[in-house]
């Protein structure tokens, strides 16, 4: 509703914007730099952050710009099942038949993981999405997935995109065979509090407008509120557009901010 009254082509926080058109934050900058050493490397890697503060995101800009040629990705973004449920997913990514035995899914796509690499010339990568749901019999299984030719060589490049719960579980003691195998480790942050006007510059410009909406006190109210998470900062931002229209308003105010709090809480 609040398109037409701020002479917006688009509504500038949807999360539904093109990797090529994400804000380039001080926090993904670094992440990319290291999932992208990662997939160089053909590890395993841990990437974490709180719920919204776009460690996913991250990973789909970095996919986006690989070549395909010269990778295979598999995404997976349900992580809660058993060790078959997630067999199946992989295999159904790899555009595989779904065997009914477990072992003959793993072996499936171990061999599929293999021809990538030897015949068709391409890094495989699997990226595990919300992987602080899974269960423990299944990082142990993706640790196995990942041990080829006698643990001697790297394959399979997989990263678990997970909240921060999952690294204190990885550092426990049933899981370090598999800590041990975790080669990069990163953690997303959200955006700095310097960050924030270039951020609404950044999306406003995208969806039609040059004007800055969102007075400096209003951005504070948003930053205070949200501790910088991009999520949360989206959803409190179309919020309190919102409220600004009702009160025919033309930029957002932190009174606007603060009407807006009990729609995103």
Known sequence: MYRKHFGLLVHPFTKEIEPENLYASAAMCEMQTRISHLIDLRGMGLVTGDAGSGKSTTCRKVVSELHTGLHRVVYIPNSNGNVMDLYKSIAWEFGLPTERSRAALYK??????????????????????????LRSDVLEELRMLTNYAMDSENRLCLILVAQPELRRRVSMAAHEALNQRIVVRAHMKGLGRDELDAYFKHLLKAAGTELQLFEPAAQEAIFQATSGLPRKINLLAHHALIAAALASAKTVTAEHVESALPEVK
């Open 108 to 133: 499936q796509i171990r061999g599929e993981v293999t021809r990538l690499c030897q015949e068709a010339r391409q890094k495989p990568i699997l990226i595990v999405d919300d992987a602080h749901f």
